[in-house]
């Protein structure tokens, strides 16, 4: 099959300029790909006994970063021995990170600073260790993938017991949402399931941007229905020559999809209300529709044989 160019992209199909706390997440993501050459070649890293103490004080910096206590507070609010309150409380006073005052120690603006990044960093691999199976999947292009916005996301996987638990899921959204946009490596659903194909045919207004062989076999299944759907303007298909994974934004939610490379079918679905995630969702997609190519117009015409 041959795919038509596309244009030059236009203005509207460009990715949108993110909000400040978008921009700064991305431009954080990649920094971090560069942080250990830069380091290196600073010549001044931070020794990991240090980076170790740092992350041991973590409970007492997040304790004193909501407010300054004074070591009864602190010790009934950690839970720990008069000997262990001082002995936290001198270490982190050695490190420039607190200061006493009228009795009760506060943070430092090393203090909170430090405190921020020892968070951030529990979130993060708190992230890592939830979105594992998703991760797992797409980790040759995790790299455009941010991790922070999905620190609350939901994760549904399939399990040996209900294997369909993730595209139920998918489902469950999809049959909420008047609209879905998305990019998918294979069919966001099987194409035997008549559920999802009815809504994206009949029900929910949707763009999906497929790889070109996906988009072929959707037509050779469903062939009547599928140009019927695109001549109302009810459907949409674009085509990549390559897609990293499988994204889906919804009315209000954004799901992403994992997916087994021998079955094909979806093996992890992660999903968040977030609005940053939000942002960012649309964003990726902006980017990936621009790079896309009109639906090949032999698909939509019909063929002799169709019934």
């Not at 909501?66 to 070591?71: M, V």
């Not at 708190?126 to 995790?142: N, S, W």
Request: with cysteine.
């Amino acid at each position: 099959m041959e795919f038509q160019k596309d244009d030059r992209p236009t203005d509207e199909e460009r990715p949108p300029p993110g909000s400040p706390i978008l921009e700064a997440v991305l431009e954080n993501a990649r920094n971090q790909r560069y942080l250990g050459q830069r380091l290196g070649a600073a010549d001044d890293r931070v020794d990991t006994d240090l980076l170790g103490d740092i992350v041991r004080h973590g409970p007492v910096l997040e304790a004193l970063r909501a407010e300054p206590l004074d070591r009864r507070e602190i010790e009934a609010r950690l839970d720990v021995s008069r000997a262990t309150s001082h002995r936290f409380t001198q270490w982190l006073g050695e490190q420039g990170f607190v200061e006493k005052a009228e009795g009760r120690f506060r943070l430092t603006g090393r203090g909170e600073a430090v405190t921020d990044e020892v968070l951030r960093f529990e979130a993060n691999v708190h992230t890592v260790d939830r979105l594992a199976p998703l991760l797992d999947v797409i980790c040759e292009d995790h790299q455009e993938f941010v991790l922070e916005p999905f620190v609350d996301a939901t994760v549904t996987l399939a399990e040996p017991t209900d294997p369909y638990q993730p595209v139920e899921r998918f489902l469950s959204l999809l049959s909420e949402s008047e609209t879905v946009r998305g990019f998918n490596t294979t069919h966001m659903a099987p194409l035997a399931l008549g559920e999802f194909h009815q809504q994206i045919f009949e029900e929910t207004d949707t763009e999906i941007v497929y790889l070109p062989h996906v988009a072929e076999t959707l037509f050779q299944t469903y062939p009547e229905r599928a140009r019927e759907a695109i001549e109302r303007g009810h459907l949409t298909l674009r085509t990549r020559a390559r897609l990293p994974y499988g994204l889906a934004i919804f009315d209000e939610r954004v799901g992403i999809g994992g997916y087994d490379e021998t079955t094909g079918l979806m093996q992890v679905f992660v999903e968040t209300d977030s609005p940053i995630a939000y942002e960012w969702a649309e964003r990726v997609y902006a980017s990936i529709r621009a790079d896309s190519n009109p639906l090949d117009r032999s698909l939509q015409r019909p063929r002799s044989d169709d019934k």
